[in-house]
């Protein structure tokens, strides 16, 4: 018994210095990234974990439901895309063609209610919000410095020379390693720490911005500090007066909060239909029932890559925080995010295809040069869809 005592006494010190060396070192948020995954049965951030966080509410108005197309719900799934959803564990699945809901299906319990996590794809809604802002006079341009908002960068040498554009297209320069399974990273403490604003205003810059594409999640955050700062708003009412309320989205959606500021590189909840509103408000180049609620040049240059961007011969895969594939047939452009979140736009076909689920396909397809479960799901849709003589 007393060997016992002993060995849970040991076991509580050591515990207690491991836990205080975290704290003393930097690294607490490691705590809050333990208790919220690994305690949790998961090993890393998940879809449904916005009650662990603070969160705005991104309030939505009068509800403008999808029309249904004509053969809604008619369409089978092919069997190799049935597979490739449910064995990745889809929880929603959503096509829409011509503006109508065409097919929807969920799985494990959830419905075109059910909020889960965007993670990376938040950061295309924020680039759209910054369009919005320059539209509005709040900001310049892409071209603007960042240190009119940021002076926390003006003694930096290479922050300095950063751009609004530089950010969104990620060629910032940023001095940042974007990991999502390692808890010693800079990722990770921006997703579990107590101010990721402080976090950020700390860090540096290691290199000249206008470089090559390096995607850096650190540079969305960035975004949205001076989106903050200049337009004196939370983002989620920003969101919500400018996009969720004119667009008629059906449901509340909440952005998790890190000390008062939106994590907007990743963490806003909504639904199939309401994330397929933001995919048909760039296919339709910025307009909704007639209002234009985004400049159309300004999707247009969401869409396009920067020509210095990409080394010779390397895909152009990405403009400004939208990613694209402009070789593929049919060529599409499209929202990402971690475990597979995905709001792919095919223009061709007039088709916004949504994804939602727990894990991603990750396997080589041996095409393409984004994630091989966005080659599935526009495959196999437009195949289906050519059968079916819905499409041409």
Known sequence: MKKTCKFILVFAAILLLAVGGLYITGHGYIISAVRFTYLKGYTTAHIDDHPYFTNHVIKAGTPQFW???????????????????????????????????????????????????????AKTVTTMLVGKAIEQGYIQSLDQLITDFLPEFRDDPFGRLCTIGHLSAMRSGFDWSEEYYSPFNPTTEAYYGKDIEQMLLKRQFSSRPGGLFKYLSANTQLLAIILKRTTGKNLADY??????????????????????????????????RDYAKL?????????????????????????????????????????????????????????LGHLGQRIIVVPDHNLVIVRLGKTDDKRPLGKGHLDTDTYYYVDEVVGMLSQLQIIE
């Open 67 to 121: 029309p249904l197309h004509e053969k809604f719900n008619q369409v089978q799934l092919t069997d190799t895309l049935r597979k490739e959803l449910e064995d990745y564990r889809s929880t929603g699945f959503g096509v829409f063609h011509d503006g109508k809901l065409l097919y929807e299906e969920y799985w494990d319990g959830y419905s075109d209610q059910s909020l889960t996590n965007s993670f990376s794809m």
């Open 279 to 335: 995919g048909q408000l760039l296919l339709q180049k910025g307009n909704w029932n007639g209002r234009q609620l985004l400049d159309s040049a300004f999707v247009e240059r969401m869409i396009t890559t920067d020509d210095d961007a990409f080394e010779p011969g390397e895909p152009r895969k990405y403009g400004y925080s939208v990613w694209l594939d402009e070789v593929h047939q049919p060529a599409f452009f499209a929202f």
């Open 239 to 272: 969101l919500s007066e400018e996009f969720w309320q004119p667009m008629g989205m059906e449901y509340d959606a909440l952005w998790t909060v890190s000390a008062g500021l939106e994590k907007s590189f990743c963490c806003l909840h909504t639904n199939v």
